[in-house]
């Protein structure tokens, strides 16, 4: 009789707590906008237990196998096939016969190859948004039952909506570029009859997470800069199009109650599926945000010009900026964004640039401050090395070797006891047989220029190992490079050691007409010890290639010559010689485009001293009359 008594106990309290207690929502009364959003965040939040009702208590990652288990979960399938097996809207077939189904707590993941192998959990917010932290791991409502596979094929990738998938899963979930409109990125589509249940999870995370949002987190493509949006427009939009399109089922009522009782909190638009509209839809902010400021250009080209500012702030958020080219407007950008690169500019062409910020209301800012930029004439420069970063391997090569561990290392002792790659194949006394590759890392294009030039610095100690200079056509960046056909670059033969010994000696190539490659090709500094060489220690820096441009000859009203030299310049001073007398203008650009100086001079014959500037690749513009040419300058 006890027994009895104690379970008629059990399923009382469990049916009191079936559905939101009276009066659960009375704090959100008459609220709209964000103000209804900080109200209901409070009633489903951790720490609310001023109404005297549960509060979300966190439950641990464990326990979620048992909640799905229960029997009016809404995880366990009693609404299509009514089979009680686990219930995954991944693989749900809700008008034919499910290809497999799960048992509770039978096949857990663990390991999977298919689709089908076993069940897990699936994060609709994913875990990599906020790092994997509780209670956000752990909450019920945005913590589903799913296919294995199919939740690894889902991923990180936001929800969106896909027409050419590059993945179906069995049940007809897609994954694929994004048709919706405010995002191109890779979504993953779950099928019409789920999509209102994950986006009131979803939505539900935005509420109930407000004062947890981190600008740590992960954006994912859908975080928004604040915690009051929480996600970005156009995902909002998605959610509230899913959520009016598959209204709350009766699946859903059974999960809210069941999650009622597992963790003591509710998901609010499943009770009241007017809040979602009420929050989102009818904020009154009528405050626009402010205007970016400091705009600048990062980086001019001749083509090109990388836009950077800082960020506007808003009342409640910026949601995206327009950049506005020649006061007509070119692309939009998220607010998660503070840069823009415009291509497709002309070479020499002045432009204008001011950039608005947008917030979710739609207010607009006023401009920032118009920027005027002027692209850099047409660039000779097909690839300029100096090594200076091998240390972290951030270079134009790549290091490829094929038969043993030795490779291009780092070195001090390049030209001027600079940064430069070496190779030496002798080692503790012995001779290492080794077949290394220093090969560019893209395929420079001949096709665009002619005339074209080339410059390095070499040196070499001991031994009679050679350094072939080659490029190749065929090489595909991938596998032995030796697999490849590669052809010797004309007019180049680096010598020998000439005598062998420790002796220092070095060679520069110097504008050498390396004209007859054509095509898109490979260069590559090739080191082979196979053929019982004597080890010798090659060092190789200042790689340049120049040429001039195809169609590029511009006829000057008073053709505007000038001679540049020593380039590169292994000192500080540079020599001008003019072809013509009167006042000329010299700018000097570091590679980011930023004008570093200006100075004027009369004279045919001139001498600048740089010595303030660091070694590296700059762009000197010669301006003289109406006419003006610029050239790039490498101080050594």
């Known amino acids: 009789m006890k027994y009895y008594l104690l379970l008629l106990l059990f399923f009382a309290l469990n049916f009191s707590f079936a559905q939101a207690p009276e009066n659960y ?6 609220l709209l906008g964000y103000e209804l959003k900080t109200a209901l965040k409070t009633i489903i939040d951790d720490v609310n237990d001023h109404t005297g009702q549960p509060y979300h208590q966190d439950q641990g990652y464990g326990a979620l196998y048992t909640a799905y288990d229960s029997q009016n979960s809404g995880d366990t399938d009693h609404y299509f096939e009514n ?48 790092n994997s932290a509780s209670p956000m791991k752990n909450d019920y409502f945005h913590v589903v039952p799913s296919d294995g596979y199919v939740n690894g094929v889902r991923g990180s990738y936001p929800f969106g909506e896909v027409s050419d998938p590059d993945y179906t899963s069995d049940n007809g979930s897609k994954r694929g570029p994004n048709t919706f409109s405010g995002y191109t990125g ?23 997470y407000e004062d947890e949002f981190d600008s740590s987190w992960k954006s994912n493509g859908v975080l928004a800069g604040n915690p009051k949006d929480f996600f970005l427009g156009w995902y909002i939009d998605l959610l509230l199009s899913w959520h009016s399109n598959d209204p709350v089922s009766q699946r859903e009522i059974d999960r809210n109650n069941n999650g009622f009782q597992f963790q003591g909190n ?26 970016p400021l400091n705009l600048q250009a990062d980086v001019i080209t001749d083509s090109s010009v ?36 415009v291509t497709g500019l ?16 739609g207010n607009i800012s006023e401009p920032g401050e118009t920027l005027e930029v002027t692209t850099l004439a047409e660039s000779n420069l097909l690839i300029f090395e100096d090594f200076e970063n091998c240390n972290t391997n951030q270079t134009d090569f790549t290091k490829v070797r094929e038969i043993s561990d030795i490779t291009w290392e780092c070195t001090s002792f390049g030209e001027n006891d600079s940064q430069a790659y070496q190779i030496n194949a002798y080692r503790d006394g012995n001779q290492v047989p080794s077949l290394d590759w220093l090969i560019t890392t893209d395929k420079i294009n001949f096709d665009n220029y002619e005339v074209e030039r080339l410059n390095f610095w070499t040196s070499a100690s001991f031994g009679n190992t050679r350094l072939e200079l080659l490029y190749s056509s065929t090489y595909d960046g991938n596998g032995n490079p030796s697999d490849f056909e ?25 504008t050498v007409d390396i004209s007859a490659v054509s095509g898109q090709v490979y260069i590559a500094f090739k080191y082979d010890t196979t053929q019982g060489e004597n080890a010798t220690r090659w060092t190789v820096d200042n790689f340049l290639v120049t040429g001039e441009q195809l169609l590029s000859n511009y006829s000057f009203k008073d053709k505007l010559d000038v001679q540049l030299y020593p380039n590169p310049s292994k000192k500080s001073k540079v020599h001008f010689d003019f072809n ?23 004279q045919k014959k001139y001498i600048e001293n740089l010595n303030q500037l660091s070694k590296g690749s700059y762009f000197i513009k010669i301006i003289q009359d109406d006419n003006f040419v610029v050239k790039r300058l490498i101080l050594n």
């Open 25 to 30: 929502y009375n704090s959100a009364e008459g």
């Open 83 to 130: 089979d009680g097996t686990v219930l995954d809207m991944y693989s749900e077939r809700v008008n034919s016969i499910d290809s497999y189904t799960y048992d509770h707590f039978q096949n857990q993941c663990g390991t999977y190859l298919n689709e089908g192998d076993c069940y897990n959990r699936e994060h609709l917010v994913p875990q990599s948004t906020f």
């Open 186 to 208: 890779t979504v993953f589509e779950p099928i019409d009859e789920f999509k209102g249940d994950i986006a009131r999870s979803v939505l539900y995370f935005a509420i109930r």
């Open 266 to 291: 509710r998901n609010p638009l499943i009770d009241h599926p007017e809040f979602a509209s009420q929050i989102w839809e009818n904020s009154s902010d009528n405050q626009a945000p402010t205007a």
């Open 306 to 341: 990388k836009l950077i500012w800082e960020p506007a702030q808003d009342n409640i958020g910026v949601d995206e900026y327009i950049i506005e080219q020649d006061n007509v407007t070119i692309q939009q950008v998220l607010s998660t964004n503070t840069s823009y690169t």
């Open 346 to 361: 002309s070479s020499e062409i002045l432009y204008n640039f001011r950039v608005y910020a947008v917030d979710r209301s």
């Open 486 to 510: 590669w052809n010797q670059i004309p007019n180049i033969s680096i010598p020998l050691h000439p005598t062998g010994n420790s002796s220092l000696f070095t060679f520069e190539a110097n």
């Open 580 to 602: 013509k007398a009167g006042l000329k203008t010299i700018e000097v650009y570091d590679i980011t485009g930023r004008k570093l100086l200006t100075t004027r001079t009369h």
